[in-house]
């Protein structure tokens, strides 16, 4: 299939995710519907290998792809996100950990948190890992997760175990102001035991020994192809936005102020309109330079250098700053009643507010670090970076 296919097939969903995304944020976890209609669709098979029956597309269709389901729901489209980075991680293991996943269901998804949590204990063939993960975005629906862990022997390594969700205990931990349908609980695992072929390094995954296993496919960079497509659910949701306030103002919403009968003659809200489609404009073209670039460097086998990479990760969270600012605006056009309940434009504001703060997306992290690769200064050495 290509991108405009995918494209397509996102966008008739839109319809179907939108009727129930009040019933998403209720119940705090995808609606029956919605979860059939994204796996029908194979949505959860966009990260998954071409050999284990996926699509294996790039982070360009990827995250596009989650910028048109957003206009829908946000929290379906994160958790496409989701399954698309959880996907890559585990595509670098070896076969026999792929086939556990995905040979009797390729609609089967992974998720996950990759800091490191609990303890892990080294022990004969694998880990033993005990402890709390919070936060991880699809628990309630994916069958597999990949824990971040941290552990010794001699040195310090940091990846990623791959196991079962059934094999950890799963904690209603998120109740939170937006992005409520993600259901993203905490996993407590007790004495869980993870073999070695289960178990990703971050220094695999820099140095391209996990791509070396499977040279047909895709080549991952940690952090960027992961967290990109979760950008796109940022600007699907802001896209939304514009267009609620857009068809509310030009459809005559009248004014309280005495300078003008109708939002719409305002020149401030002319200019707050203007503003917020050029931020989400912009936002935009900093994802598709990124999502573009880093398709161009996977396809030819290679890690973007370290200066290229500080940068791309900088347009992720400053598309998404962009993105959060255009809906403030839009709220302001809006006005008090875009608070109300009914509202889908309250909302696209909670959700945006806490998808913006995702760790991942940090902006302040971001610009330190691009601005100490372009001013020469120094680094800790970290893989993830």
């Not at 029908?40 to 790039?58: E, I, K, N, Q, S």
């Not at 998808?355 to 971001?366: N, V």
Request: with cysteine.
């Amino acid at each position: 299939m290509t991108a405009r296919n995918f494209l397509a097939d996102a966008a008739a969903l839109v319809p179907v995710l939108a009727a129930y995304a009040d019933r998403t944020e209720q119940d705090r976890r995808l609606a029956d519907d919605s979860l059939k209609a994204l796996r029908d669709a194979g949505m959860f098979r966009l990260g998954t290998p071409r050999a284990m029956g996926g699509h294996g597309v790039g982070v360009r269709t990827a995250t596009d792809v989650c910028a048109e389901l957003a206009r829908g729901c946000a929290s379906s489209s994160w958790l496409v996100g989701i399954a698309y980075g959880g996907a890559l991680f585990a595509s670098q293991l070896v076969d026999r950990a792929r086939d556990a996943v995905w040979l009797d269901n390729p609609d089967a998804f992974v998720c996950g948190a990759a800091n490191p949590s609990g303890t892990v204990r080294p022990t004969a063939g694998g880990l033993v890992l005990n402890g709390a993960w919070p936060w991880i975005s699809g628990v309630l629906h994916a069958p597999w997760l990949v824990l971040g862990v941290q552990w010794t022997d001699g040195e310090v390594h940091r990846g990623l175990a791959l196991a079962r969700t059934e094999s950890v205990e799963v904690r209603d931990t998120w109740h939170m102001a937006g992005m409520r349908g993600t259901g993203s609980n905490t996993a407590v695992a007790e004495d869980l035991f993870v073999p070695n072929d289960r178990v990703l390094t971050f220094d695999d995954i820099a140095n391209g020994t996990a791509a070396r296993r499977h040279p047909d496919e895709l080549r991952v960079t940690f952090p960027l192809s992961i967290n990109l497509p979760l950008v796109g659910t940022g600007i699907g949701s802001a896209q939304a936005a514009l267009a609620h306030v857009v068809r509310l103002v030009a459809g005559g919403k009248r004014h309280a102020s005495p300078l003008h009968p109708l939002i719409a003659d305002a020149p401030a809200h002319q200019l707050n309109v203007a503003d917020a489609a050029t931020l989400i404009d912009t936002a935009r073209l900093h994802l598709t330079r990124a999502t573009e670039e880093l398709d161009r460097t996977s396809r030819a086998g290679r890690r973007p250098d370290l200066e290229a990479r500080s940068r791309l990760r900088l347009d992720g969270g400053h598309a998404m700053r962009c993105a959060r600012d255009a809906v403030s605006l839009l709220l302001d056009t809006g006005g008090a009643s875009g608070f109300a309940d009914t509202s889908p434009l309250q909302r696209a504001w909670r959700d945006i507010e806490t998808a913006a703060r995702h760790a991942a997306l940090s902006t302040e992290t971001s610009r330190e670090i691009y601005g100490r690769v372009l001013l020469g200064a120094s680094l800790p050495a970290n893989p993830v970076i």
